[in-house]
């Protein structure tokens, strides 16, 4: 979400268009019990959300476990496959 301000210097005319991301510092954070049916855990940025959904991150990761592919390499393929650029920063 980002908030806009209009700022206009004094006598020369000029305005500046001012955007300002809002940011929560607080997290989304759902405990749960974690039982044999839970198949995976998967933590990730929330910039993931922004190019794929829960189902589509969910059907990458189920058919490379499928496939037996290591989880390290899912992770690095589920990276590759979204272009979160906080992500990159890491």
């Known amino acids: 979400m ?6 206009e210097s004094g006598g020369g005319g000029i305005a ?3 955007l300002i991301a809002i940011i929560s510092a607080l997290p989304d954070v759902i405990e749960r019990q974690l039982t044999e049916d839970h198949e ?16 589509e991150v969910l059907r990458f990761v189920r058919s490379r476990i499928a496939q037996r592919m290591d989880p390290k390499k899912v992770s690095r393929r589920l990276h590759a496959a979204h272009s979160c650029t906080a992500c990159n920063r890491l």
């Open 16 to 18: 500046m268009l001012i």
């Open 2 to 7: 980002f908030q806009c301000a209009l700022s």
């Open 40 to 55: 995976f855990i998967l933590l990730a940025c929330d910039g993931i959300w922004d190019v794929m959904t829960n189902n």
